[in-house]
C-alpha cells in the first residue's frame, strides 16, 4: 500500500516528475515519446469502477496517482480484496496479453488519475520497445508474486494476530522501502483489512486496539506508523 | 462468477506447449541450445530454493518434481510440476527470486536457459519474448483463477464467546 504520493497530476508522461520511481514507466527517451503518444489520461473520483470481474479486457492501466482495490470473488461468492495498487502499477495487463476476461476488479479508493491504453495499442507498443516489455513482465511477475504471497500469507500464518501482523508489515515495508520510519495511509477499512488478513472485522478492530495500547503501532487518522516492526514480526511466526 | 465459469475459464488459459513456446529461426535456437545447462538429478535432490536468486528458465525434460514453499517451521506443498513444464517464468522474466522450492520426486532431467542467454535470444528473435510475456500473463491469470476458487471469505463471530483468533 503506497501512501507517499504527490496529487499534483501530470500532464503528460514526457513532463511527469514521478516517472523515474515508477517501475513501469521509467523508460528509455524513444520508448517515453511512443508511451506518451498512446492511450488517454483520465481522472477517477474515489469508488469509481475502473473494470469489474469477468468484463472483457479491452484496455491497460497504468495508475499515475491514487490508489485502487484490486478484488475478486471468492467460491462462496464474497469479495476479497487482494491488494491496494498504488502509482507505477499496471492494471488488466494480464487479462489483456492472456487474452482472457478480467480476472479481478479494480475500484479506486481515493480520486486517482490513470493513463488508459487500448489493449491492442499496448500490445504494439511492447512489440517495438524491449525495455517496455521488461517492465510488463516485471508488472506480471509482481501480480503474480502478489497472488502468491495472499495465498501464503492466509495458508501459513496460525493467526489472526499474524495474519494482521504480515499485512502490516508488507503495507509499511511497500510504502516505507528502506526508510527508519515505517509510515503508511491506510485507505482500507476494518472490514476491508479484516477481508485481506482472513478474518472478522471485530477481530481487526481488536488487534489494531490491541497493537496500540502495546505501543507497536501509533494510528493517527488514517496514517498508520510501525513503532515497533520486530514485535509484529515475532506474531508472524 | 460462479465457480464453475471460472473452473472452465482455467482450461482456456492453460499453458502452451513447450515446443510452441520456444519456436525460433536456427539461428536463436543455436544460441539457446549452445548455452544451455543440462542437469541430472535423483529423487529428493532440490532444484532450487526458494528466494534465492534465479539464474534463468528451467525447462523439466524427464521426472517429476513438487512444488512446495515454507514460512519459519510451517510447509505447503503446492503441487506437481511435470516432464515438459515450463518453470519459474515469473522469477526469470521479472523479479529474480524464486517463489518456490523446486524438488525431484524421482529421478530427472532439467534444461536450464540462462537470464543471459535468453536476453540475447530476445535480442536476436524479440517475438519469442512475446510469446513469453504472454504464457507468464496466462500464469497469472491461473494463480488469479486458483487463488478465488480455493480461498474462502472468513465467517463473522456467531457469538461474543467465540474465539476468533
Not at chain 1, 479484516?194 to 488514517?222: H, P, Y
Request: charged share 20%.
Amino acid at each position: 500500500m503506497a501512501g507517499l504520493h504527490s496529487h499534483h497530476p501530470p500532464e503528460d508522461c514526457l513532463n511527469c516528475e514521478h516517472r523515474h520511481l515508477r517501475m513501469f514507466c521509467n523508460l528509455t527517451p524513444e520508448a517515453l515519446a511512443d508511451y506518451d503518444a498512446i492511450g488517454i489520461m483520465m481522472s477517477h473520483a474515489r469508488g469509481a469502477k475502473l473494470f469489474s470481474e469477468g468484463d472483457a479486457a479491452r484496455n491497460v492501466f497504468v495508475i499515475c496517482y491514487g490508489q485502487v482495490k484490486i478484488s475478486s470473488t471468492s467460491r462462496d461468492g464474497k469479495t476479497m480484496i487482494l491488494k491496494i495498487a498504488g502509482p507505477g502499477d499496471v492494471m488488466g495487463l494480464s487479462a489483456v496479453l492472456a487474452n482472457v476476461a478480467h480476472e479481478v476488479t479494480a475500484e479506486a479508493i481515493e480520486p486517482c488519475q490513470v493513463k488508459t491504453v487500448r489493449k491492442q495499442e499496448f500490445v504494439d507498443f511492447l512489440g517495438r520497445h524491449g525495455i517496455a516489455s521488461m517492465h510488463a513482465a516485471q508488472s506480471l511477475s509482481g501480480e503474480y508474486l502478489t497472488v502468491f504471497h495472499d495465498a501464503k500469507r492466509l495458508a501459513l500464518s496460525g493467526s489472526a494476530a499474524g495474519r494482521l501482523a504480515r499485512l502490516l508489515l508488507d503495507w509499511g515495508t511497500a510504502a516505507a522501502p528502506g526508510k527508519p520510519e515505517i509510515r503508511f495511509t491506510m485507505a482500507l477499512t476494518h472490514e476491508e483489512i479484516a477481508n485481506m488478513a482472513g478474518t472478522s472485522r471485530e477481530t481487526v478492530t481488536r488487534l489494531l486496539n490491541q497493537f496500540r495500547r502495546d505501543q507497536w503501532i501509533v494510528i493517527k487518522g488514517a496514517s498508520l506508523t510501525i513503532v515497533k516492526p520486530d514485535q509484529l514480526e515475532r506474531l508472524t511466526a | 462468477m460462479e465457480a464453475e465459469t471460472k473452473s472452465g475459464r482455467l482450461s482456456t488459459i492453460a499453458a502452451h506447449p513447450l515446443a510452441e513456446l520456444l519456436e525460433c529461426p536456427p539461428e536463436t535456437g543455436k544460441l539457446l541450445n549452445g548455452t544451455a545447462a543440462c542437469t541430472v538429478c535423483e529423487a529428493g535432490d532440490v532444484v532450487f530454493r526458494q528466494e534465492t536468486e534465479c539464474k534463468g528458465l528451467y525447462v523439466l525434460v524427464s521426472g517429476q518434481f513438487v512444488r512446495s514453499t515454507e514460512r519459519m517451521k510451517a510447509r505447503l506443498t503446492l503441487g506437481p510440476a511435470r516432464a515438459g513444464e515450463l518453470v519459474e517464468l515469473a522469477a526469470a522474466l521479472g523479479d529474480g527470486h524464486h517463489t518456490y522450492t523446486l524438488r525431484a520426486l524421482t529421478q530427472g532431467t532439467i534444461l536450464l536457459l540462462t537470464k543471459e542467454s535468453l536476453q540475447l535470444a530476445f535480442e536476436s528473435y524479440p517475438p519469442l519474448r512475446m510469446r513469453l510475456l504472454e504464457e507468464l500473463a496466462r500464469e497469472v491469470s491461473r494463480a488469479y483463477i486458483s487463488c478465488s476458487l480455493t480461498r474462502k471469505t472468513p465467517a463473522r463471530r456467531q457469538s461474543a464467546g467465540a474465539n476468533p483468533g
